[in-house]
């Protein structure tokens, strides 16, 4: 049972989950040195206009010069206070709670340790729906992870292992996107296995909604996880930022299938960075599906693996390390870069991450006014106006009368 003043911190991070980004790596300091009641308060202040953004930084000069980033606070303030004023904890906990679901918080005992090895990248906090204790089922776990458009042979492959693992009382974890994720967790459930699906969005919504009676058999011998706040839609840059915990929360990493330029090399490339084992499927060296996870065999990033009894060789003796300076990396030196002889550049790859979380924000066919897209995407509204300034100059948006409009690729 808990008592006041823990129902109190509870409700703070759940609030701090809506206000901030999945991976703030400064918030997460913040909240680490002053508690999430002090930072909330903090925020709240600033988007009240009772202090200002530099005050409350100033505030904090003396007690926070250790955390990473604290240079930025006042900017920081800014773009949470963005959402400060409409973040109300007790509110989305009532909203899980209804769901038959719950927020656990890193000093609960149901907190996976293995999320710890993430540092300042940790989330403050998981929104959990399932039936299972998270940190138990993550004991022994294996990531199945791989291309959306999946082939019937990837498929095969993917609900082979995640079948044979289960069977050996592994779980199975992986993003319940369509293609290999769908069939890891199918074939761990019809195993009466253990899965869990980490998602992009709040766990109220499910996403893809095609997978919704999917999800609902996963929360009946699993579970679904989110650092997400309810009602928050999946964006792009949430995806990857997802992937990290997909990667912590494994001792190994199997791709089945990935193209040249696949999310679930992203969620390698996490892996690799905590030291975690990563695992290649090989496939035909005429498809496309598998290039990704060829360059990853080819570079010695992933061990090659063709059953069950490969992955589970690799989950022994498995000792994750520390990120070496507690940020969450945005590349891994050890991938080779891209090819440019093997796919065409995306003219995405040279956008700041301000923009690229724009970019994701922006509809084709609505415009939408600065304010809103400041509010979608956590930025302050000067941040905003410049980023979306960045992206009219390169074409991939227009200022309409009501707000602003995505440019379509040409293709």
Known sequence: MNDVGSGD??????????????????????????????????????AAGTSSAAEAADSLSSIVTAVAGSGQLGEAFDRWAVRGADAQGHRDL??????????????????????RDLGTAAPLGLWIRGTVALNAALQRAV?????????????????????????????????????IDAAAHRAAI???????????????????????????????CGA????????????????????RLIA????????????WRSGALNTARHALELSREVAAFPGSVYSASSTGTHRLIRHHEAQLVTSCEDVIALTGGVEPALFNDGSLPSEDPRL??????????????????REKICLNVLSATKALAVGTVAARA????PNTLSALAVLELAGMSVRRESGWVKMRRQV
């Open 9 to 46: 911190i509870r409700a703070a991070v759940a609030a701090l989950l809506r206000i901030g980004e999945p991976g703030d790596g400064l918030l997460t300091g913040l909240v680490d040195e002053i508690g999430p009641i002090a930072v909330l308060e903090l925020i709240r202040a600033v």
């Open 94 to 115: 009532e909203a899980v709670h209804r769901l038959g679901g719950r927020l656990v918080i890193p000093s609960d005992d149901e907190w996976p340790t293995a999320l």
């Open 143 to 179: 990531a199945i992870v791989g291309a959306r458009a999946a082939s019937n042979y990837g498929t095969k492959c993917a609900s082979d292992l995640a079948w044979d693992l289960a069977a050996r009382g592994l779980t199975i974890v992986s993003g319940g996107a369509f293609g």
């Open 190 to 220: 019809a195993r009466e296995g253990t899965t869990i699906a980490f998602m992009a969005g709040g766990v109220d919504r499910f996403y893809p909604a095609a997978n919704t009676e999917l999800f609902h058999q996963v929360l009946e």
């Open 224 to 243: 679904i996880v989110s650092e997400t706040a309810p009602g928050m839609t999946p964006m792009r840059h949430r995806f990857l930022l997802r992937n």
């Open 248 to 259: 912590a929360s494994s001792q190994v990493t199997v791709i089945v299938e990935a193209g």
């Open 336 to 353: 080779p870069s891209e090819d440019p002889n093997r796919s065409s550049p995306d003219p995405t790859d040279d956008l700041a991450e």
């Open 378 to 381: 956590g930025l302050t509204v």
